[in-house]
Every structure is written in C-alpha cells, then in structure tokens.
C-alpha cells in the first residue's frame, strides 16, 4: 500500500499546473505575525469542491511549516442532504411514538427495545456520517515544486468538503510572500508585515490553490499588537481587545485570485476622500508623510472616477487604499482594494522631487487601478496571457494621464515604451508575447518589457488600424534573419501629411505605385518623387515617411537616398516629434544590427542639432550615451571628437533651458533641463562640469538653496564623481553624508545612481560595497548598478563574482538577482567575455531562471559584434572630425 501511494504521489511532481479533482471555494484565514521574532502562525479553513475520486488533494505551499495533525477534511453537507436527514430525524420521532402507543406492553417492550436499538443505531450512523473527520495519512511537502501533497487511505466522498490547516512561517527579507519591511519612529527602528503575492507568493503565507484562474471568496482575521493598524482588502467590520493583542476582522471579499490578497500590519498615517460614487479613498504612509501623498490621492479619485466611465461599470469594492511601502521590490502592485507601492512610486514633495518623479507617480497610479477592473475582476486564465494584463493597463495609463495632465503629451512620451518593447524583442533569446510556462520559478522573468510595453505598443498599433494582424521578416538587433512573419499594417506619407496611404502587407514583399500616393497620373510629376540623380532640387519636400507616429511596432530602413531626404525634412521642421523620433530610434536599431553605418547615423543625428521636443531629445541623449560607449571600446582614436559632436548636438537645448527653472515652465521642460545637464556632465562639458560642482556645494551648506532645486541634482551629482578620485574623496563623502540625512527615497535613489558614474575604479569599488551594506535597501540596488562607469566596467564584474554567494544568498532568485546581472553584464562588448560570463553562471543559475541571463549574454555578443562593424567603417574618423568641428 506504502508503495502503492508512493507511486501515486510521483505523477503529481515537476507539472506546471495543480490538479483540478478538488478546487477551493472560500477561504477562512487567521493569521497572527509576531513582528519582534519575525514570524506567524495561522489557520486556514477553505471551502472545497470535490469533483472527481480521489485520495488526494494537492495545493501550493513553500517555505511553511505545516503541522500534520492540524490537517483535516470533513464533509460539508448539500441542502438536499441536510433536508434528507431531517426528514429520516422526523420519521424516527414518529416510529418512537408509534411503538410507545402499541397496546401489548410486554410485546412493546421487547419490540420497543429491539426496534428502538436498530432506529438509534440508524441515527448515529447518519450524525456520524455528518460529523465525520478524515485525517491524511501523509502529508508531503514537494519543496522543488512547492505543492502540498495530502494523501488519505481511503477516498474522499464527491462534493462539498472542508479543508482544515495549520501552519507557521517566517517573515521574511525578500520582498515576497509574507515578508517583513523596516521603517523608523521617534528614532526607533520597526517593522512592518507586508505582502507582495503576485505572481506565485500567496503559497509562502498560507497554503492556497495559487493560480489566476483559481478563484474564491476570503474571510481574513489578524491577531495584532494592538497599538498598530490592521489592513487587507476589504473594509474592517470587527476589532476586539485582549490585552495587548487586538483581532481584527475583515468583511468577506467577493471572489478573486489568491495573488490580489493583501495583508498588512504596521503603524501609518494616512489622508482620506470620496469620489464622486462615495467609494472612500485613502492613501496611506509612514506617520510624518502624508503631505507627500496629496498628489496620489488626487490622482487616484480622479482616475476612479474616469474609469467608471470608460469602462462603464462602477468599482467593485467599498474601498481603496493606497500605501508605501518602504522595503518593496517591483514599482506597484495592484491588490483588490489595497494597492501596494514602492515608496518612490506613490510621494511626491513638492519641494524634493523631481517633474520626472511626479510623472511616475501618475503613471503608476492609473497603471494600478486601472488593474481594479482589467486583472482583478476579469482575470487572465494563466500566466501565458499575462501581456493582457500588463499591456492593457500600460496602454490605458497612458490614456488616463492623458486625460488629467494633456501637456504633459504623454503619447508621444509613450514611444520610450514602444522602443524598450522593440530592443528586448530585437533579441533571439527574446519571448513572444503569449509564452508558455512550464513552472513556476520562469514567471518572474516575463514581467519584462515584452509583457508591458511591447503588449501595451501592440494594443496601440490595433487601436490605430482596428482588427489589423500583423507580416515583415522579423527584426534581431544581432542583424540575422529571424524566421517569424506576420502581417504588418503599413502607414505612410508622401512630402506631407496630406498624403498618407494605410494598406496591409500581407506578403514578405509588395510594391506600391508612387502615382497611387502622390494622386496624380503627371508623369513628370510623378518622376521627382522618385530617388535618384538630379531629383534633389527640392528634397525637403520629396521624402517618403513610413510608420506615421511610430504606431506600429515594426522597424523601418530607407536606403541612402531616402534617408538623406528625411534629414532634410527633419532639419525643415517638415516632421512631427514622433516621427523625429520613430526615424532617429529606427536608425539607432540598424545600425546596432550593422545594417546601418555609424558613420550614417551620426550624420542623421547632426539634423537634431535644433531640437527642442523632450521625448525626441530624451532618445536622443540616450543613444549619445550609448555610442559613447561602444566607440570607446571600437574607436577610441575617436571618442573625444565623438563627444565633443555629443556635445554640440546637446548645447542649443541646453543654452534655451539654462540651470534655472522660469516662472510657469513646462513640466516637460523641467525633465528636459535635468536629463540634457547630466548628459552634458558625463560627455566633460567643462562649463557644466563647474557649474554643477558650484551649485552642489551651495546645496550640501544649504538644503533649502534654489541653486539646486530636484530637477537638477542628478546632473549635479554625477558632475561631482566626474571629479572624484581616491585622493580627492570630498564629493563622494558629501554624497554619502546626503544620503544618509535624507528620508526621501527619490533623494536616495538619485544619489545612488550616481556614485558608480566616477572613472575611478577603486571609488566605482567601494561604491558598489556599500551598495550590499545596511544602508542601503534591497529594492535600490539595482539603481546603483544602472550606473557604472565604463572604466568601473570589469571592477563590477569582479564584485559580483567575488560576492556571489552572499548575494545570491540575500536577494534569492527573483528580479532582483536577474536585473542586477544584466545591469552589469550586458554592457561588455567581446565575445571572450560573453564565455567567461556564461562558464561563471552555468552551474549557478537553474535553466528555468535563465531567460534574462541569456538575454544578457546575447547583447554582449551583439555588442561585439557592432564593435567589429564599426572598425571596419574606412571613413568613420573623417566623418566625426567634421562633425566634431563643424566650420560653419
């Protein structure tokens, strides 16, 4: 029979999903976190469905201590079954009656004895088939597969049941499941209890049937000190005293996915309001705070009341709340009725944070929210679809902040969107959009720029050609061909935006007639608009641009003629910002994949020379800062004339905006001013250099200075480590010393991004050392990282091998580990080191973690490999030099 059993329990190992012959229907949870000792204890008793035979059940459950004899499973009767015994209870009654009635006495007793046994023995079987427990035989916790496996003797009887047990667990420090986050009050440093279940963590704080598609109902009760506040979904219906323990009980939820419960115990402070619906609203944060999150709080009454009419159908629940969370590992998340943010993502101070940190705030709130509906109340069936999820309420962010803040044209902002979802799909070790998940340790890694941004620029594509599919051979930033098509819907426009023509290319090739796009049958007419020699007489207005407003998620290569026309429809202001953009990204991409010369990018940058849009000059002082690099390493005879060119293209912008904010600005030109000052500090701008230096000392004297209002200090920050060595040390303790006196995490997140710019590679050391010291929370990390110098290059490489364990110890196996290695990997550019980092990682990495570290590796050899192209470039130097040191 052991073996028997044994056996059986194997066929439930290494599946991707749970058995469905037993399904949960409500769950009754009591938990009580112990905050001192950092862990809980908790029961659950759920509600279950069995609807085929078995001797099983199987549910998710990792890192818990289950206690075997506090699990059970009872029967739960129907209404026919309840109204069948009590029907047999009355017919029993009156059998007794009947016999106490009957005339012979003796006769009657005997029978009386006789039949009143076999009735009585009729009823306890029946009340103890009412009240009977069964106890599994073995409990086995499948750690690989983090599944619960319940085996009985016998089988459990079809229909509705009771699943009864209790566990215990650890709070943990990894920012998932049931975890522990600090904060400090009156000097004193606490802690909180926080979850974070999305995708597969709901298992790590009570055994559940973890899935999406699994939904229930959950009646919650805590069990807290109780001088601290309680928070979970739904509203509190109940708190009663014991001493210094209070319980506080929650109104029952309607049904939902195990990874939207949400679970809080801390001490907050918190701002309140109604929309216009009377949905109570509050935003909660550390006491002393709430200043800093009017800005949500506005936002999010305004975007509820929105999205009621959007989606015409009101929010679900009584409630939302809003709360900061200081020790969080992703931005948000969306909790039905209890949405969870990372610090940075929900305050905003008026006086310390920047127009960019306000913009997030906004972001992330509609993206949230707009989860309410589009996740949490219609729900994705599987991890597969989770591009759904994640695209929509991408793309409809952008709609709602369109709608509260329209100057900020967040539309044409979205093309960064587009373009992160462009290069991670420009990579073989890429994933389509619907991928399949074999276990749960590979759902992590496809919460990327695929899922979100290529989702949501996918979305916006078919809102822009409604029910359209998608064919061009795919694009792969390596410059191989990939083997996909699709259908592609094509936009164009001829000369101006008059002239436009949508079609569907259907085929891996199609021609279009130039009579059909211009209108017209004149031949001569028709001729002009065809490239070739002699019909240049007026190219700014004969340019073709396909892909109007970059609306489609496709790639674009003009040939030399067609691209030098574009240059002079740029410079003649014939182009909109998005197609300023779409063109300049698109050309970036080819010429990453060698189908484009440097030499020929560089010429199309020197027409943005007059550029004032912030999302066009954004991309552009990216792509600046990431040729820089790359020429260092595959011309460095010519990196100071690169620069230099960098430089120029940068200081007409620059000179327009200056270092001061003017009265009534632009928010985007107060993002403007500080990525364009920053980017002038890393290519050696002396001016800038001095300037920046100048105004952070005024503000390390004085907090307060206008000399350095937020917008700005990241540009100063990283201009004091250009000047920073190991014998001149005084900007990087200053730094430090900010750090340390600042309780604004956008102030620390800034600061961090900016010690590992320095050249030096010992400061780049030690900078990234008190990255892993206790200074720092986990969550920040990776901004540290983002920011390495090139000289800091190989150092970081050496820190991250030589801190492995510690590391991988501390953070686990989740984003956090995975950003941090492409953060540091993917900037090398030899294939030597594409092997060296991937003999490091193949006995350290499982495969099922090893999508982003292969997407890593795979950039390194497309670096490489563009290094290589751009050596063999004859003219390059020429053509730098003189756009270095232009004689006009």
């Not at 729900?379 to 900020?408: I, K, Q, R, Y």
């Not at 000369?495 to 085929?507: A, I, P, V, W």
């Not at 990682?841 to 050899?861: D, H, M, N, W, Y």
């Amino acid at each position: 029979m052991a073996e028997t059993k044994n056996a059986e329990l194997q066929q439930f190992k290494g599946q991707p999903r749970l058995p469905k012959f037993v399904v949960p229907k409500r769950y009754d949870l009591k938990l009580r976190p112990d905050l001192s000792a950092c862990k809980f204890t908790g029961t659950v008793n759920i509600d279950v469905d069995v609807t085929a035979k078995t001797r099983f059940i199987v549910l998710n459950a990792a890192d818990l201590s289950i206690n075997g004899g506090s699990v059970w499973f009872k029967t739960q009767q129907s209404h026919k079954a309840r109204t069948e015994e009590k029907t047999l209870f009355i017919a029993f009654v009156l059998a007794l009656i009947c016999l106490l009635l009957r005339e012979e006495i003796d006769m009657m007793m005997m029978t009386m004895m006789s039949s009143t046994t076999m009735l009585m023995m009729m009823m306890m079987c029946f009340l103890r088939r009412r009240r009977e427990v069964y106890r599994p035989s073995e409990v086995v916790l499948v750690e690989e597969d983090e599944i619960l496996v319940l085996a009985f003797d016998g089988f459990l009887p079809i229909g509705k049941g009771i699943l009864g047990i209790g566990f215990s667990g650890t709070l943990n420090d990894k920012m998932k499941g049931f975890y522990r986050s600090t904060y400090e009050h009156d000097g004193e440093k606490k802690n909180m209890a926080v979850t974070q279940f999305e995708p597969v963590d709901a298992r790590r704080c009570f055994p559940c049937w973890d899935e999406p598609a699994v939904k229930a109902t959950f009646k919650i009760t805590l069990a807290v000190p109780s001088e601290l506040m309680a928070l979970s979904n739904m509203p509190v219906i109940q708190e009663k005293l014991h001493g210094k323990l209070k319980t506080v009980s929650f109104q029952e939820s309607p049904i939902m996915s195990t990874y939207l419960v949400a679970i809080i115990v801390g001490l907050f402070d918190y701002i309140e309001g109604l929309t216009l619906n009377g949905t109570k609203v509050r935003v909660y944060c550390q006491i002393g705070k709430t200043n800093q999150g009017k800005f949500a709080f506005d936002v999010a009454v305004r975007t509820l009341d929105l999205y009621e009419s959007y989606f015409s159908m009101p929010y679900s629940l009584p409630k939302l709340d809003m709360i900061a969370i200081p020790d969080f590992a992703y931005g948000a998340m969306e909790n039905y009725g209890l949405v969870t943010y990372r610090e940075t993502a929900l305050l905003y101070d008026d006086q310390h944070s920047a127009a960019a940190n306000k913009q997030r705030v906004a972001i992330v709130v509609t993206h949230e929210l707009a989860h309410q509906w589009f996740g949490n109340l219609v729900t994705m069936e599987w991890w597969t679809h989770l591009w759904l999820n994640e695209g929509f309420a991408t793309w409809v962010s952008h709609l709602a902040t369109d709608c509260l803040f329209p100057e900020w044209k967040i539309w044409t902002q979205f093309l960064d969107q587009t373009t992160e979802g462009l290069r991670l799909d420009g990579l073989a070790e890429s994933h389509p959009i619907e991928v399949e998940i074999n276990h749960a340790h590979e759902i992590d890694e496809i919460f990327d720029a695929i899922s979100y941004k290529k989702g949501a620029s996918l979305i916006r594509m078919l809102q822009n050609y409604l029910g359209a599919e998608c064919f061009q051979s795919q694009f792969l930033s390596s410059g191989l061909l990939g083997d996909g098509q699709w259908i592609v819907p094509i936009t164009l426009c001829c000369g101006s935006y008059d002239t436009c023509k949508n079609f569907l290319l259907q085929t891996k090739s199609d021609r279009l007639e130039i009579s059909e796009l211009v209108g017209s049958s004149n031949e001569s007419l028709t001729e002009e608009w065809n490239p070739g020699e002699g019909n240049e007489k007026n190219p700014e207005r004969f340019w073709y641009k396909i892909n109007i407003d970059q609306t489609g998620f496709y790639r674009v290569k003009y040939d030399d003629q067609l691209a030098a026309r574009l240059r002079y429809a740029i410079r003649a202001s014939c182009l909109s910002a998005t197609d300023r953009f779409g063109i300049l990204d698109d050309s970036y991409a080819l010429c990453m994949a060698c189908k484009q010369t440097l030499s020929s990018l560089l010429s199309l940058m020197d027409a943005y020379r007059e550029e004032l849009d912030y999302t066009v000059l954004s991309c552009l002082i990216t792509i600046c800062s990431e040729i820089a690099k790359i020429a260092a390493d595959a011309t460095p005879e010519s990196s100071d004339d690169i620069k230099q060119f960098f430089i120029h293209l940068l200081q007409f912008s620059a000179g327009k905006l200056g270092w001061q904010p003017n009265s009534g600005e632009s928010h985007l030109d107060a993002m403007l001013r500080g990525e364009l000052l920053t980017a002038l500090a890393l290519f050696g701008h002396d001016i800038t250099q001095t300037e920046a230096v100048r105004r952070f000392y005024a503000f390390v004297d004085d907090r307060n200075t206008s000399l350095l209002p937020a917008d700005t200090r990241k540009a100063a920050y990283v201009a004091v480590m250009q000047t920073v060595t190991t014998s001149n040390r005084s900007g990087y303790e200053c730094l430090r010393k900010v750090y340390r006196e600042t309780d604004l995490s956008q102030e620390k997140v800034r600061i961090l991004s900016s010690l590992a710019s320095c050249p030096d590679p010992d400061i780049v050391l030690e900078a990234l050392n008190f990255l892993l010291s206790s200074e720092v929370r986990s969550q920040d990390v990776i901004y540290g990282l983002a920011g390495i110098s090139r000289e800091g290059r190989e150092i970081a490489w050496r820190w991250l091998k030589d801190n492995w364990e510690h590391i991988s110890k501390t953070w686990g196996s989740g984003i956090l580990i995975t950003r941090s290695i492409s953060a540091i990997v993917s900037p090398f550019c030899s294939d030597d080191k594409a092997d060296e980092v991937e003999e490091f990682f193949a006995r350290r990495i499982k495969p099922s973690r090893g999508r982003t570290l292969k997407q890593s590796i795979e950039r390194v050899r497309i670096n490489a490999k563009w290094v290589q192209s751009i050596k063999s470039e004859k003219h390059l130097g020429e053509v730098v030099k003189e756009l270095a040191h232009p004689k006009y």
